[in-house]
């Protein structure tokens, strides 16, 4: 079974303009979560998605936004890119997103804002 | 507010020695922990978990332990290798909320 797949692995992007990432679950999974992880503040939540529904949302201006499709793959983007938006960005699938199931992360993108 | 704290950035030990790495938690209602490793230019990998009913699980080299009145969990790796030197996250989640995870400590097995 294929794992999850995110592209681009890495970007560089300026000031003010926006980013599309992509994320493909791994086959059946339908929920997938958005995690920004940065030095020194491990990962935090962006959001997550189920069945095309987004379930949960983090702390996060509404700068960042996201959608998943009828297939599970989710994107998330970021308009007006700030020099903070730098970071590593990972998605993860599970089947349900219960309470208790593992989730199985993606390789991640990392995102450098000039 | 940092709900789940691992204090220490980095841990260095030595090969075959146990590394012990903590975490605190403030959130009474959390009720399922678990453990992530991250290698370099890699996604986080699960490694083992306990729910809030247990205060003890193994799994092989590792052992996680809770105590819930004291709010902390630690992750004991016996014996440690060379190969478990990475970034190791601990996690906590209750009901539907989002996993919240910790900020991290990097540890190094030094051969």
């Known amino acids: 079974k294929a794992g999850v797949t995110q592209t681009p692995r890495y970007l560089i992007k300026t000031r003010g303009q926006q980013v599309t990432l992509s994320c493909s679950p791994i086959?059946?999974?339908?929920?997938v979560s958005w995690y920004q992880q940065t030095p020194g503040q491990g990962l935090q939540f962006l959001f997550e998605?189920?069945?095309?529904?987004?379930?949960n949302k983090g702390n996060f201006p509404g700068r960042f936004s996201g959608r998943q499709f009828s297939n599970s793959r989710s994107e998330m983007n970021v308009s007006t890119l700030e020099l903070g938006d730098s970071a590593l960005y990972l998605c993860?699938?599970?089947?349900?997103?219960?309470?208790?199931?593992?989730?199985?992360f993606g390789s991640g993108t990392q995102l450098s804002v000039l | 507010d940092q709900q789940v704290k691992q204090n220490s950035p980095s841990l260095s030990v030595q090969e075959g020695r146990i590394s012990i790495l903590n975490c605190d938690y403030t959130?009474?209602?959390?009720?399922?922990f678990l453990w992530y490793k991250k290698y370099p230019a890699e996604g986080p990998t699960f490694l083992i978990s306990?729910?809030?009913?247990?205060d003890k699980n193994e799994d092989g080299r590792f052992t996680v332990f809770l105590n819930k009145s004291a709010k902390h969990l630690s992750l004991h790796i016996v014996p440690s290798q060379p190969g478990d030197s990475a970034v190791y996250f601990c996690?906590?989640?209750?009901?539907?909320?989002?996993?919240?995870f910790g900020k991290g400590t990097r540890l190094s097995v030094i051969a």
């Open positions: 996690a906590a989640i209750t009901g539907n909320t989002p996993l919240v």
């Open positions: 959130n009474s209602m959390f009720d399922y």
């Open positions: 998605y189920f069945s095309e529904t987004q379930r």
């Open positions: 086959s059946g999974h339908r929920s």
């Open positions: 993860a699938s599970s089947q349900r997103g219960g309470a208790n199931e593992k989730l199985f």
């Open positions: 306990i729910s809030s009913i247990k």
